[in-house]
């Protein structure tokens, strides 16, 4: 067993990660966990073939490709059978009570798509430009670009909401 | 990331250091914001569903299972070999603690087995003696003889073997060494006066 007992570590590990990286871009809680959900049911179908030293980036990658379909299609992209929707009601509600999270979600909104990825990776994710770089398929220069632009242009969205 | 790599990082850019930290800042507090967590419950939903009944198997027990009871046999087959073996033994083998324990386990099933035992010691006298085994030995058995069979007196479970048992002894004491047979005299001298008790 211990296939499964890996990958459940693994779900349990990155799972919020992918979940946060989906849902601060898209706001749809819903949405973020049926798609996180799609990220784990195609890891698992591949799980023999994935490098295990490249997981992280793998299932950021795969977010990530979903999400662009989702945004090309603007539907549901085709998921798998095995999806399931289960969801966290009371974080649901947390995320549409929380003063603080409601400003986050404000700020980042301001950001243009590509900067609003790189912040989520960098700021709340805490991944390295290198591994930023592999998901978005840019240079880890441009990560640093990106990053310092997202930064400034949140500086000044919070200043003047002060 | 750290904060401090992110500072850095700005600095290469051309920033100065304070507004660097100003912005490592504005870095950090979104971190401490964003790293919101599902529920443990709706991940544990979620994994039985896809790995099915497997993950609830996952559990050390089954994967342990197989090993113990195999493990369990083999301690069995060998236990069960070690005794039959040690039946064999003499006084100084290495199994010999097996055949002495498995006889105290036989006696208090059966306890009109102790005039067997008593038999067995006097066999054991009699082949240590034709092997010219170590005297301590031979002392040591002819104790446990004595011991023996004024139990099995005691407790009137001595019809009849006893006499196997002196005949043994007697047969062991034609080649004994001048030591040995003052020894083996002096247990069935024991042996006869247990008998007037």
């Known amino acids: 067993m211990a296939r499964e007992d890996d990958f459940s570590e693994v779900y349990r590990k990155y799972s919020d990660k992918i979940f946060r990286y989906l849902y601060w871009q898209t706001k749809n809680f819903h949405l973020s966990e049926d798609l996180t959900s799609e990220v784990f049911t195609r890891a698992w179908e591949t799980w023999e073939s994935l490098r295990k030293d490249f997981l992280q980036a793998w299932l950021f990658r795969v977010a990530h490709n979903l999400l662009v379909d989702w945004y090309r299609k603007k539907k549901e992209v085709s998921l798998n059978e095995s999806r399931i929707g289960f969801y966290d009601e009371n974080l649901l509600e947390k995320l549409g009570n929380d003063e603080q999270v409601k400003e986050l979600s404000e700020a980042l909104d301001t950001l243009p798509e590509n900067l609003k990825r790189v912040a989520i990776l960098r700021f709340i994710e805490g991944l390295s430009a290198k591994e930023a770089a592999v998901i978005l398929s840019v240079s880890e220069v441009n990560v640093r670009v990106l990053q310092h632009r997202a930064l400034i242009k949140l500086k000044e969205v919070m200043n003047n909401a002060k | ?197």
């Open chain 2, 1 to 197: 990331m750290q904060n401090d790599d992110l500072i850095k990082e700005l600095k290469i850019r051309g920033l100065f250091q304070a507004e660097a930290e100003e912005l490592g800042g504005i870095a950090k507090n979104i971190g401490q914001i964003g790293g919101i967590s599902r529920s443990e419950k709706v991940k544990e939903q979620f994994l039985v569903k896809l790995l099915g009944n497997r993950k609830k198997k996952s559990f050390a027990w089954p994967r342990l299972f197989v090993p113990s009871v195999a493990f369990v046999l083999i301690l069995i087959v060998l236990g069960a070999s070690s005794v039959v073996f040690a039946q064999q033994g003499l006084p100084g083998d290495f199994l010999y603690p097996v055949k002495r324990l498995s006889e105290n386990v036989a006696v208090s099933l059966k306890p009109e087995l102790e005039q067997e035992i008593v038999v067995r010691r006097s066999e054991e006298v009699k082949d240590l003696v034709e092997k010219k085994e170590d005297p301590e030995l031979v002392k040591n058995t002819l104790e446990d003889f004595s011991r023996d069979s004024k139990k099995a007196k005691s407790k009137g479970h001595s019809n009849g073997k006893l006499e196997e048992g002196v005949k043994n002894l007697k047969e062991a004491k034609v080649k004994s060494s001048d030591d040995e047979k003052k020894e083996i005299e002096e247990a069935l001298k024991k042996l006869e006066e247990g008998k007037d008790d």
